[in-house]
Antibody, heavy 120, light 110 residues
Framework: QVQLVESGGGVVQPGRSLRLSCAAS????????MHWVRQAPGKGLEWVAM????????HYSDTVKGRFTISRDNSKNTLSLQMNSLRVEDTALYYC?????????????WGQGTLVTVSS | QSVLTQPISASGTPGQRVTISCSGS????????VNWYQQVPGAAPKLLIQ???QRPSGVPDRFSGSKSGTSASLAISGLQSEDEADYYC???????????FGRGTKLTVL
């Protein structure tokens, strides 16, 4: 079955960097778009970034553009999110999400999330 | 303020039918598929409705989606206690080149 396992979260000071990873299995990773979605404590869902199946086209929310970089390694079935210049407001649970080809931007599978806390 | 507007809360008694609305614009709901997600406390979100009105495998037919113009709705019939959760609508927005979520609707089963 589809598995998405995030890692890399932790406590970091404002202005510092963190790199999240997501190990994917149970589906043809190289065929599907992938996203990061986050959820601040007690708040709603916020889309962060996406990367197309081939790793070429990427999109970011305005709140992270220029600070975060999404990437993927289709040979290792892994998705990454490099987060630089972190802010207190980036504190959230970060979900790795699968968007199957032809699904109409439907987030079919979600990981359990990795918690990022930005605090001095 | 979210691009997609949902009511903050909704409620119903067991067996009732409830609907949750999601209002957008021509750059998102008006031209793109709407997807709905259910998130029970402490769990990751789950895809409930895709492409406006399609239920993924395993989703009970008590859940249905519809869309008209720049608004969409999620209907839950035969309400059950386990339906108590947060519900989010989402769509791609052509103006923002981004996925946009509604703020979420907290459904309470009385």
């Amino acid at each position: 079955q589809v598995q998405l396992v995030e890692s890399g979260g932790g406590v970091v000071q404002p202005g510092r960097s963190l790199r999240l990873s997501c190990a994917a299995s149970g589906f043809t990773f190289r065929s599907d778009a992938m996203h990061w979605v986050r959820q601040a404590p007690g708040k709603g869902l916020e889309w962060v970034a996406m990367i197309w199946y081939d790793g070429i086209n990427k999109h970011y929310s305005d709140t992270v553009k220029g600070r975060f970089t999404i990437s993927r390694d289709n040979s290792k079935n892994t998705l990454s999110l490099q987060m630089n210049s972190l802010r207190v407001e980036d504190t959230a649970l970060y979900y790795c999400v699968r968007d199957p080809a032809g699904s109409g931007w439907a987030f079919e599978s979600w990981g359990q999330g990795t918690l990022v806390t930005v605090s001095s | 303020q979210s691009v997609l507007t949902q009511p903050i809360s909704a409620s119903g008694t067991p067996g009732q039918r409830v609907t949750i609305s999601c209002s957008g614009s021509s750059s998102n709901i008006g031209s793109r598929n709407v997807n709905w997600y259910q998130q029970v406390p402490g769990a990751a979100p789950k895809l409930l409705i895709q492409r406006d009105n399609q239920r993924p495998s395993g989703v009970p037919d008590r859940f249905s989606g519809s869309k008209s113009g720049t608004s969409a709705s999620l209907a839950i019939s035969g309400l059950q206690s386990e339906d108590e959760a947060d519900y989010y609508c989402a769509a791609w927005d052509d103006s923002l080149d981004a996925i946009v979520f509604g703020r979420g609707t907290k459904l309470t089963v009385l």
